[in-house]
Structures are given as C-alpha cells and as structure tokens.
C-alpha cells in the first residue's frame, strides 16, 4: 500500500495463516492462496491488520513448506503468481497488509543451487553454497562433528564421495553458507521480487542462526549446549555477531519501498539479544517468545510483560507478543494441561505423548485461561501475533493417527516428541458437511484428519453466539483499534497477588484475576464500564476467577 502509514507494524494486530490448512478451494484437501483470498471477508470482520503467511513456495513438504525449492514461485498445489497477486490486491483493498515468510538459513534439498552441489565435485563454487566438509576416520565415513539436528538424530549428511553436508533441521534442509556472497544478493534479489509483488513486510525464519563459524577444529555438540545460552556472540552456530552485517543489507532494500517494507525475525535468543534484530538498521522487530512459555500466572506474566517493555524502551523497535503459532502447543490445551506441564511446547507436547495422562485434561478450564490470557495480549502495547484456529479457541488435536503425521520431529524422535501436526490441522468454517467446510462445497478432503469436535469450535458454530471466542475477537480486536493510543502501559494496584491490571493512555483499563476463584474488583476500578470480558460472571464488584476485563 504506497504511501501508506510507515509505522502501521508497531501495534498492528497479524494474523498467521498456514496456508495448507486454512482453506482449500479446489477440494484436494490441501488449503490454497484462492481459498485464503475468499476468506479475506473473514478477516476483516475479525478486524485484523495484517496477514502473516507461512511458506507458500515450491516444497517436498519435508517440513510443512519450510523447505523451500524456490524462492520466488508458488508451489503449485497451492496456485500461481498470478493467485498471489490477486490474493495480495484483495487484502490490500480490504486495508490488510501481507507478510510473508522468509526461510534463509536452509533451502530444500531440491533447491536447484543443492542439487547443482551434489553434481559438482569437493571445492566447487557450487558446494560452496552450502556448508560440505569432509568425513572423518580413515574412510571419511563419520560425521565432521558430533552436531544434532533440531528435529534430531545427525546434523551432517552425506553425500557418498566422503564429504557431508551441515543440516540444522531436516536432511531436506541443507544449510546455506551466508560467508558466501551469491547466496546473500539471491536472497537481496528475493526480498525485491516480493516487495515489488506489493508485499508489505517478511516474517524471517530463524533468523539468529544464518551466520556461522565452522573453523577446525569443531567443538563437540556437549561444549555447544553449554555455551548455548552465554549470549556473547560467539557461539559457532547461533546468533553470531556477523547477523548485524547481512539483514543491514536487507534493512537498505526495505529502505527502497515506500512506506518500507517491515520485518520480524524468529530468533530463539536470550531476551538481552533481541535488540540487535529488532533494531530500526536491521530487521525492525523480533519475535518474544516469552508470553507462549510463561506459566498462566499473574507474577509470570507481569514479569515478562514488564522485562520486554523494558527491554524495548530506546531501541526504536515495538513489542511483540504471541501465545500460539504452528510450532508450539496450542494455548487452549497448554492452559489445560496439569501446570508443571503447561509453559512450554515442546514440554506440552512430550507431556500428551509419553507419560501424560488425557484424563487429567481439563478443557473448559484452558478455554477459560486462554481467552483470558488472549484479552491479556490484545491490550498490550506493541503488535500482537495471532494464530490462525485461536481466535475459535481450537485446542491441538492430539488424536491424530502416527500413519498421518507429517512433521519431521516426529520421524526424527519416534516414541518422544509427536511434533507439531496438532496445531496445523485444517480449519473448521462450518459445523456440519464434508471436512468441516474447508473445501468446497461436497469435498470431504483434508490434509490432516479433522477429529469430530471440531464442530463445535466451526466459525458457523461461533460466528452469531455472543458468548463465543470468536465473538470475544472481534470485539476484542474493534475495540484495540479504537483504544490504542502511545506505546505505554502503567501497572496499577490490585491489592491482590492473583490479580494484575494495568492502564493504557486514554484510560482503557485492564484486569486479569489469573487465581481460580472470583476476585474483588480493586476499589479503583468498582462503577467502571466494562467494555469486554472473556468470561460471563463479572459483577459490577468482582471478576471471575481465570478472566479478563476491559473497563472504561
Ligand atoms: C522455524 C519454523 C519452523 C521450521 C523451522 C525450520 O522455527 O517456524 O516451523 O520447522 O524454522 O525452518
Ligand atoms: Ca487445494
């Protein structure tokens, strides 16, 4: 949108759509960019800002899109250019803007840069693309070093003439070598390709690990972890000082649009780290992961809130917060689980897996904490990152059969880690018909099995009930906007350790009582009007226990 607002990032509310599973026009059973384009009516009366979409490109789908064989196409189950083009001019004639997904620190194994790797012999400018080193042992047939993967098992692969390759992700993720100056302008090349195609800002995928040192001799994987989380800059593979240097480059193309093209990089570091991404000469903003693993409490989420507003004052970027995207739990269910269980993914997902025992769920209760904790979120300053299903309260769906699962952290850790298909379910439009009304009209294909209560959690199910969670966004959201004033937030007293509140400019007032039990409203706020609440008891004197309000 030329000319437009330069600042409309710092408290925009983005929604995330996976795009395989949020709306499948052709009826294949795989969610598409014209489904996502009939749907913009949706989201505008939701009322968001902005539309973050995860990987769309050509892929193998060895990581749900996140293995991208090119960068500037569309994969063609999900359309074309010309699909994106319209779907990018139908958001932006709603007043929506559109993210879009960068993946730059691995391409997939049939980028055609790998498979030249693969052709070419040791020592080539075609292998120096990626990060190859030769084998160890007499016959070169063991690993450079003993690196796990994320997903687990070997970071290195081999390719058969005594040299591997480093994978911090699946094997179909190569890692690029950003040391190399083609592989930074392709990637300069790229971000002009979208931005020229209208895209209005990228969501950078794990933006902390494109740098790396890989000098001999490699330390051991036991001396990494212990340096993990020393945060100096120096670690060989994460978040290495030489970041600054490449996404300045990226800052001078965004700089080339008018109004700029934005970022926000998903970079898991240190709280302290955060800054050099989100600074106004690098990428803008950085994801806060902070909130999606804090337990529901009200100390943990004062403490949090206030570390990031502390740790963004003077940096010229803005707050982010999230509770759910397509990595992680969804908050729904996290809040349900027993609470040493419930604050962090990949804790949450073990947990439902292994030892977990289903009968100690307790849904309606994180349904409470959720809707809470998402009223929490919208009211506070800086952007708010929405994933797509949690504005129905969809919890994770945890009955999906091993023979569907797609995720590769499940292949790489079978028995330990399920992997994250529980959130990336299609989504349920209508309460009955085939695949809950994610095709059209008489399909009953979806990608990942839809478990039958999904019904009830349908956007036709929800779309006219008041008392709904998506009732509760879309006032939610219709009231942030004509609410949000300055980037500030002033805690007020409570008198109770339960209960936080906080006031925004303009007197727009908060209170969560996050105990299980009602709590007197503090004297101060008792004769407000109450503008929104995520749960039905609020009196005029107290809130209910595990709820938000919004006075006036
Ligand atoms: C990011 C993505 C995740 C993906 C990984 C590798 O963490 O959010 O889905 O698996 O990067 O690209
Ligand atoms: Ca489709």
Redesign the pocket.
Known sequence: MPGADRDWWRQAAVYQVYPRSFADANGDGIGDLRGITSRVPYLVELGVDAVWLSPFYPSALA??G?DVDDYRDVDPRLGTLDDFDELVAALHAAGIRMIVDI?PNHSSDRHEWFREALASPRGSAARDRYLFRDGEGPDASEPPSDWTSMFGGSAWEPVGDGQFYLHL?ARE?PDLNWGNREVRDDFLTTLRFWSDRGVDGFRV??AHALAKDLTYPLRSHAELEADKLAGDGAHPLWDREELDEIYAEWRAVFDEYDPPRTAVA?AWVEPHRRARYAAPTSLGQAFNFDLLRAAFGAESFREVVARNLELTRGTGSSNTWVLSN??VVRHATRYALPDDASDDGAVAREWLLAGGDPAALDPERGLRRARAASLFLLALPGSAYLYQGEELGLPEVAEIPDADRQDPTFFRNAGVDVGRDGCRVPLPWTASGGAFGFGPDGSTASHLPQPDWFASFAVGAESDDPGSTLSMYRAALDLRRRLQGAEELEWVDTGSPDVLAFRRPGGWTVVTNFGPSPAPLPAWAVGREVLLASGPSVSLAEVAGETTVWLR
């Open positions: 990581d749900g996140y993946v992700f993720q995928d794990v998903e397509h990595d």
